[in-house]
């Protein structure tokens, strides 16, 4: 039965460099949940790189040779017509009037494709329910969550937790 | 953490905590609407009335209704179309650029300025698509297969590069600005007293939890799209630069027009965001997140762009001149000298007298010098592309063609019922909406606020 009790504290650097001593002691750290973002937390933690980046790169790819694809297809393959007289035989000849075009596809796909990915894999989507049972967490608590599988480990973690600067440790049910 | 030089002004006045930077972004939203804000609603509301009464009349009547002619076909409209979208390139420069750049004064202004973004480009799109012709047929402007043979658009034209960047700009600013509202939208739910507050901010805010792999993730997410986006402003306002200059009209078809366009866009968009902040932050009590130094590094921004619209007004005499073309010349002379040489004059006053006052830093800090000089911008460059675009198509190559423009009833009317819908949008945002990125300004606290600088000095002095 592993349950998990939360230690709040109000700054910040205590959280991070309780971190390490506190798994040292074998506090069993799961996470932190801070109403702004952490320099280093990530690091802290233990947490893997986040690939999004990759995605998104992968993504922008995808749209610019979506684009090239499209604006070959439609300007010189399909359909060539004489604007101006602007060579269209090949595509290399026509292709600085489509930098703007190809340009701006890959950013949108990349972009989209990321935003997208994101909302996805951190399961943010409308009418999903956050858990945050104290509303300290979205105001200005860094909150540590610990698992606990009995009562003596609940203790020592709460005792250790107060001892590198939590001002409360509690317990929320489900 | 990261260690201030005390050299440098403190971001938050006033001995703010991080749970007062919750209160005081979120009171606002919690509270009733005040007695100004319903004043200036109902204002906006009223000329965005208008703008569909006038709207209406366009698409019904067409556009005869306009001062349109066959020589000047682009008047009030494409000027509008730049002015807005110009003005939107701020914001993403602000979120973007800034970020990049890290300077953590973006923080209290980058959430209104890329709201302001959103609704300017809004506003633009509404001039793109009321100017067409066929309003009902927008769908015509992307490459959609269809039954004429398939007729695609035409890839070379500036207009179809226009389409491209400004649907790829406004929905990527969209993305930018949402997705950083999130963690805010999720502080307002966990904070709401009323069920329907409850439900609608619990809806926005998409379920977040501020857990170490979802800001993790959050942080990548903004780092890439400002990433994203830097290159995306300036290609945005360049493409709709090359509107004009990929054209063979004389003071049009001229390489300086893409840096020149993107400096004045920056320009005007600043001034803009002045003009709302300045207001903003008095009406709503922010004065200790959006304070002094934030109007003077604005006001800088401003001063850099004008002074660079002011070299390239230069540029544009001197190639005028030194090509030796006859008809680039007299598109100058006719500017400074002809019927319009009103307009021509009230845009220099405007846009290369008004920023060099910036030098003075007692000038730069003033809140009301600042707020009404970043009205007589947003006015010269208004005037700025009202002059590039119609004296240039008004006296072209062939005299016998020389025509004059005069706006209509029907034009103003759009344009101020644009300036409606803009600040009616921008009204219900500060309504509803945290109005600075409250989760983001928390991370200053303990580094940049008045009382962490006032510690430092106390530690530095017992050394």
Known sequence: MSKFIFGIFSDEEKVMHSIAPLRAKGVVIKDVISPFPIHGMDHALGLARTRISICSFLYGMTGFGLAILMTWYMMISDWPMDIGGKPNWYFYQNVPAFIPVIFESTIFCAAHGMVITFYLRSKLLPGVTAYTPDVRMTDDKIIMKVEVTDAASEQSASALLREFGAEEVKEYGK | ?463
């Open chain 2, 1 to 463: 953490m990261q260690h201030e030089a005390l050299i440098r002004e403190p971001l938050i006045l006033g001995n703010k905590t991080i749970h007062d930077i919750t209160e005081d972004i979120c009171r606002p939203i919690e509270s009733k609407p005040t007695k100004s804000w319903w004043f200036a609603f109902i204002l906006s509301a009223t000329c965005l009335l208008w703008w569909v009464v006038c709207v209406s009349y366009t698409v019904g009547i067409g556009l005869g209704a306009w001062g349109l002619n066959n020589v000047v076909d682009w008047g009030w409209d494409i000027t509008n179309f730049v002015w807005w979208v110009g003005i939107g390139h701020a914001g993403t420069l602000i979120s973007a650029v800034l970020l990049l750049f890290r300077q953590k004064w973006r923080l209290s202004i980058n959430r209104a300025s890329e709201a302001m973004t959103i609704f300017a480009v809004i506003c633009a799109a509404s001039f793109l698509l009321t100017h067409i012709g066929r309003p009902w047929l927008p769908y015509w402007l992307l490459p959609l297969p269809n039954q004429f043979g398939s007729l695609w658009v035409n890839f070379n034209s500036p207009l179809v590069w226009d389409t491209f960047a400004v649907s790829t700009y406004f929905t990527v600013s969209l993305v930018f600005w949402y997705t950083g509202l999130i963690p805010d939208f999720a502080a307002i739910r966990d904070r709401a007293k009323t069920p329907q507050r409850k439900f609608w901010y619990g809806l926005l805010s998409f379920g977040w939890v501020g857990t170490a792999k979802n800001w993790q993730r959050f942080e990548e997410v903004s780092l890439v799209l400002a990433g994203m986006s830097t290159p995306l402003v300036l290609s945005v306002h360049t493409i709709v630069s090359m509107d004009f200059a990929t054209s063979i009209v004389p003071g049009w078809h001229t390489t300086i027009f893409p840096p020149y366009f993107v400096a004045g866009a920056i320009f005007s968009g600043f001034a803009m965001v002045q003009t709302l902040l300045i207001i903003t932050r008095k009406v709503m009590k922010l004065e200790a997140y959006i304070t002094t130094l934030h109007i003077d590094m604005m006001n800088r921004i401003i001063m850099i762009t004008g002074s660079i619209v002011g070299i390239a007004y230069i540029t544009e005499f001197f190639i005028a001149w030194y090509s030796g073309v006859e008809y680039e010349s007299y598109a100058f002379i006719n500017r400074a000298t002809g019927p319009y040489w009103w307009a021509y004059w009230a845009m220099m006053s405007c846009n290369v007298i008004s920023p060099q006052l910036f030098w003075s830093s007692k000038l730069r800090t003033n809140i009301t010098f600042t707020f009404f000089m970043s009205i007589v911008v947003n006015i010269g460059m208004w005037f700025e592309r009202f002059v590039i675009i119609v004296t240039s198509l008004h006296r072209a190559y062939i005299p016998a063609q020389w025509s004059m423009y005069h706006p209509t009833w029907v034009e103003a009317g759009i344009y101020l019922g644009s300036i409606g819908l803009f600040f009616t949008l921008f009204l219900l945002f500060t309504k509803f909406f945290p109005v600075i990125a409250m989760s983001e300004l928390k991370t200053i606290v303990h580094s940049s606020s008045l009382q962490t600088h006032r510690e430092m000095r106390k530690n530095e002095n017992h050394h």
